[in-house]
């Protein structure tokens, strides 16, 4: 096969995954899927698509003769989808997180094993310039025995939770954990790792309406992995915050790393019998070479980096990087941390069914 066809759902992160696969050598977008048909109407045109199509129900779209779907639509929609497009055999490229319960994981996680087809999950952070290469960093063993991470995404986007009008969106029932790959990707990446056990704490809403747990303020999780490393996860939706803040950092034997306290963009290290003292230098999350064609994606050259590596795995028969395994190491931890808050700050053993085959 020289080329995949792609379907591509939900105009907004979909379609954003469309601008870069619809001038890969490798694929052609063949189909668009969206519950809104003008909005369907106003994006075919940018896709070179007819009428014909653009689809409103997702089983017609699916058999309209795919190879790869890309799901960009509302978390709650992901196990649906994920497992009919799975069924027929069809690879799936779906973004973060996996699934919005644990059922759903372990449904998604069958449909895996029993499909034909590959399936990975678009976490784009995995991706930016300077997590690959801070996992260079960690590969050399430049910070020695790494004992403690943490990870802090506060993303005010109170307009997404409760619109304008004042209508409450499928983000309410969100908890601001249950939003944790962006945070737990990299990390784990960077750890080579899995989380076994996990509490938080953060039920209070002083912010929006008490809508559900999405409108809590925030959330800060405590997680324990399989190698024993602590990992601290801070996240919320609605609190103020002015820009937007994604920080990372790791603690090893032989020194630290971590993005700035008040911008992602500048990071700091110290790095023992290399560094003299603090070294500061940028954070690029794009690569700095990358061409416009890379960045169409919407977050510099992530998401070209990332689709360039899932289809690799199905042009070559591997192994996708961010794999169902993965996918399950990134969303259910951040499930279990709210249950934990919820229960009042205790600590609960993460269901591990698909690491125990």
Same mark, same amino acid.
């Given at each position: 096969?020289?080329?995949?066809?792609?379907?591509?759902?939900g105009i907004?992160?979909g379609t954003?995954?469309?601008?870069?696969l *619809?001038?890969?050598p490798? &694929?052609?977008?063949?189909?668009?899927? @969206? &519950?809104?048909?003008e909005?369907l109407s106003?994006?075919?045109?940018?896709?070179n698509l007819?009428d014909?199509?653009?689809?409103t129900?997702?089983?017609?779209?699916? @058999?309209?003769?795919?190879?790869?779907?890309v799901?960009?639509?509302?978390?709650?929609?992901?196990?649906?989808?994920?497992?009919a497009?799975?069924? /027929?055999?069809?690879h799936?490229?779906c973004?973060?997180?996996?699934?919005?319960?644990i059922?759903?994981?372990?449904n998604?996680? %069958?449909?895996v094993?029993r !499909?034909?087809a590959?399936?990975?999950?678009?976490? %784009?952070?995995n991706y930016m310039?300077?997590?690959? #290469?801070?996992? $260079?960093?960690?590969?050399?063993?430049?910070?020695?025995?790494i004992?403690?991470?943490?990870?802090?995404?506060?993303?005010?986007? /109170?307009?997404?939770?409760i619109?304008?009008?004042? %209508?409450?969106l499928?983000r309410?029932?969100?908890a601001?954990?249950h939003?944790?790959s962006?945070?737990?990707?990299?990390?784990?990446l960077w750890l080579?790792d899995?989380?076994?056990?996990c509490?938080?704490s953060?039920?209070?809403?002083h912010?929006v #309406?008490?809508?559900?747990p999405g409108?809590?303020d925030?959330?800060?999780?405590?997680f324990?992995t399989?190698k024993?490393v602590?990992?601290?996860?801070?996240? !919320?939706?609605? !609190?103020? +915050?002015?820009?937007?803040?994604?920080?990372?950092? *790791?603690?090893?034997?032989k020194g630290?790393?971590?993005t700035d306290?008040y911008t992602s963009? +500048?990071?700091?290290?110290?790095? #023992?019998g290399v560094d003299?003292d603090?070294v500061?230098?940028t %954070?690029?999350?794009?690569d700095?070479?990358a061409s416009?064609?890379?960045?169409?994606?919407?977050?510099?050259?992530c998401?070209?980096?990332?689709?360039?590596a899932?289809?690799?795995?199905?042009?070559?028969d &591997?192994?996708?990087?961010i @794999?169902?395994?993965?996918?399950? $190491?990134?969303?259910?931890p951040?499930?279990?941390?709210?249950?934990?808050? *919820?229960r009042?700050g205790?600590?609960?053993?993460?269901?591990?069914?698909? /690491?125990?085959?």
């Open positions: 096969m020289d080329k995949l066809r792609v379907g591509l759902v907004g992160r954003a995954y469309g601008r870069v *619809m001038n890969h490798r &694929t052609e977008i063949t189909a668009l899927c @969206d &519950t809104n048909a909005k106003e994006n075919a045109a940018a896709f007819t014909a199509q653009c689809f129900d997702y089983e017609t779209f699916l @058999d309209s003769g795919l190879d790869l779907v799901l960009g639509t509302p978390i709650p929609y992901h196990e649906a989808q994920v497992i497009a799975l069924d /027929r055999n069809i799936v490229l973004e973060v997180t996996a699934a919005n319960t059922e759903g994981c372990r998604i996680y %069958n449909a094993r !499909s034909k590959k399936y990975m999950l678009a976490e %784009n952070c310039h300077f997590v690959l #290469e801070w996992k $260079d960093y960690v590969d050399r063993d430049l910070l020695g025995h004992h403690y991470a943490e990870a802090e995404y506060v993303h005010e986007i /109170r307009q997404l939770v619109d304008k009008d004042g %209508n409450n499928w309410t029932q969100r601001p954990l939003y944790c962006h945070s737990l990707g990299p990390l784990l080579d899995y989380i076994v056990r509490t938080a953060g039920t209070g809403v912010i #309406e008490n809508v559900g409108a809590i925030m959330q800060c999780g405590l324990e399989s024993g602590t990992i601290r996860v801070l996240r !919320s939706s609605v !609190s103020p +915050r002015k820009p937007a803040w994604c920080g990372y950092a *790791m603690y090893g034997s630290y790393i971590e306290n963009d +500048r990071a700091r290290r110290y790095f #023992e003299e603090v500061n230098f %954070n690029y999350a794009s700095p070479d416009e064609e890379m960045k169409a994606g919407g977050h510099g050259s998401e070209y980096l990332l689709i360039n899932f289809l690799d795995s199905i042009f070559h &591997t192994k996708p990087p @794999d169902i395994v993965k996918a399950l $190491d990134m969303t259910i951040g499930l279990v941390a709210h249950e934990a808050a *919820m009042g205790v600590w609960l053993d993460c269901p591990l069914f698909y /690491r125990e085959v």
